[in-house]
């Protein structure tokens, strides 16, 4: 059974009312319920985590560096934290980046992610299918032996 750690930065607890024209009107724990439906459903199993505080997530990620991997939404650290990078790049869990909104097409700050170069991939501008996307790269439904 593959194991997921999907783990949620600044502010991404507050989904359903932040901003829902930018990151829609699901919460988070609604989100989270359709990851662990979609992963029972392929043979896998999430694991959750959220927080507004910078090392409790550097901290999150060691956690889950044995994992199959890691679905990361970093918030605003994405932009700035190198102390996030540096520890994507420490642990053997692959790392997806996901964002809810399309941060390329956001203000001039957003287009910039110190993570993107050591997460082998990223996902971003499909709301809460973002996660649920990157849930299906790290639990396949075909076998086709791509990761
Ligand atoms: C976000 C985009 C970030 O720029 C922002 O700071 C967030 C949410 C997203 O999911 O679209 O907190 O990561």
Redesign the pocket.
């Known amino acids: 059974m593959k194991k997921i750690a999907i783990i949620n930065g ?3 607890n507050l989904l359903g009312t932040r901003e829902p024209d930018k ?1 829609g009107n699901e919460t988070l724990a609604e989100i989270e319920a359709r990851l662990s439906a979609l992963a029972a459903g392929l043979g896998g199993e999430c694991t959750f985590f959220q927080s507004n505080v910078e090392g409790e997530l550097v901290t999150a990620i060691q956690q889950a560096g044995e994992s199959d991997g890691i679905v990361l ?4 650290y ?2 700035y934290s190198v102390a996030i990078r540096d520890a994507i790049s420490a642990v053997p869990a692959p790392v997806i980046e996901v ?3 399309n ?1 390329s097409a ?1 203000e001039e700050f ?1 287009h910039t992610s110190v993570i993107a170069p050591v997460c082998c991939g990223l996902i ?1 501008g499909f709301g809460s299918e973002s996660y649920l996307l990157a849930l299906r790269y790290f639990c396949p439904d075909n076998d086709h032996g791509d990761n």
Request: hydrophobic share 35%.
């Open positions: 600044p502010n991404l990151y939404n970093a918030g605003a994405t932009h964002h809810l909104s941060v956001r957003r971003a």
